[in-house]
């Protein structure tokens, strides 16, 4: 059989001109899913969920320990939590999780350990408490519930997608061989790409939220970031948990200009009324005195909604009251010296103060980050 030059060239794949617009060319690779490719890194000088931009879902998981928990017992537990919360947040699957697929996005997963005094005592290590690592006093106005207070540890969890913060709770919920939940909380934001950027998130009062917080490293630095006392801490923080309760009802019938004068700052921008912030405004009673700025706070708080059953004797269509507020989450280098005299300076005095009861009240002492491998506290645990 004799081929023609065009047969011939076919058969090395040379054909020239139009026929190149029959092969098959390659296909393009699927983009990567936003929230899939999405990750915080787990190792570092600090942990992270602290400093780390707000993702629009919060939940705090406190724990106690179990009877008998001994420093090796909470080696163990810890060894397992780190393990499984660096996966986690890097979206690896997690050893045994036989819903691995629920884990795919990790979206912007945290998970931020806290020890409360409880801890370092079973850990033989009551010697290294920090001395504001202990409650804090209830203040005018609080109405602490004692049940959920508190807590040996705490697990901050972060993330923008639900599915991704259950499936992480589930599994770090199963790794705390050595402790049992004492109390939950949940909170959120509207989502970041659906705000302008540098938009801060609004609160159920209608005013913008983490107004005025430390930025930059300089200030981290002096006002979050602790830089003395044992290995463990240095490059850790202090956390102060208030869940606080705003009275909706009380608070719908002032209007705009009331609402504005309580707080100490305009509705649509959070800048200061025109008319003048008044010195009993919330806002003026809780900034740090110019003779004092260090007493300011990193706040990464989350609005929090639940809806109560209506009464049935009121009818149908009658809707139940509506507990709403903010989960205030607050870190800086020594509560005693920082969150402390803001709180009583609030206490004498704040034109908001009457709208928003504490009912939850609790301090952690946040380690310092791990380093590729090592476990959280390891050297506080160590032998």
Known sequence: ???????????????????????????????????????????????????????SLARLLALDLVDGADRPALRRMLALLTDDARRLTA?????????????????????????????????????QRPAWLAPLPE????????????????????????????????????????????????????????????????GHSGHLLGVGNPRGEEELDRLVWIDSGPDWLRGGTAMVVRRIELDLPAWSRLDRPARERAVGRRLADGAPPETGVSPLAH???????RQDPGRRLLRRSYPFEELIAADPAAGPGVAGPERAGLLFIAFQRDPLAQFDPIRRRLGRADLFGGYATATTSAVFAVPRGTRPGEDWAADLLAD
């Not at 390659?26 to 929230?35: A, C, F, G, Q």
């Open 139 to 202: 203040y005018p106005g609080d109405r602490i519930d004692p049940a959920r207070s508190g807590g040996d540890l705490l697990l901050q969890l972060c993330a923008d997608d639900p599915m991704t913060l259950a499936h992480a709770t589930r599994l770090l919920l199963r790794d705390a061989t050595a402790a049992r939940l004492r109390w939950s909380a949940d909170g959120a934001i509207p989502d970041a790409r659906g705000r302008a950027a540098g938009e801060h998130p609004r």
């Open 91 to 127: 979206g690896e699957p997690v050893p045994g999780d036989l819903a691995a697929e629920l884990g795919r996005a990790p979206a912007n997963l945290t998970v931020t350990l806290g020890l409360g005094p409880g801890f370092l005592e079973a850990a033989g290590r009551a010697g």
């Open 1 to 55: 059989m004799i081929l023609d030059r065009r047969g011939f060239l076919a058969g090395l794949g040379l054909v020239p001109g139009s026929a190149l617009l029959n092969w098959p060319t390659p296909e393009e690779p699927e983009p990567v899913p936003e929230l899939q490719a999405a990750t915080v890194a787990f190792d570092g000088p600090h942990q992270a969920g602290v400093a780390t931009p707000r993702q």
């Open 283 to 289: 806002v003026a009673r809780a900034a740090a005195p």
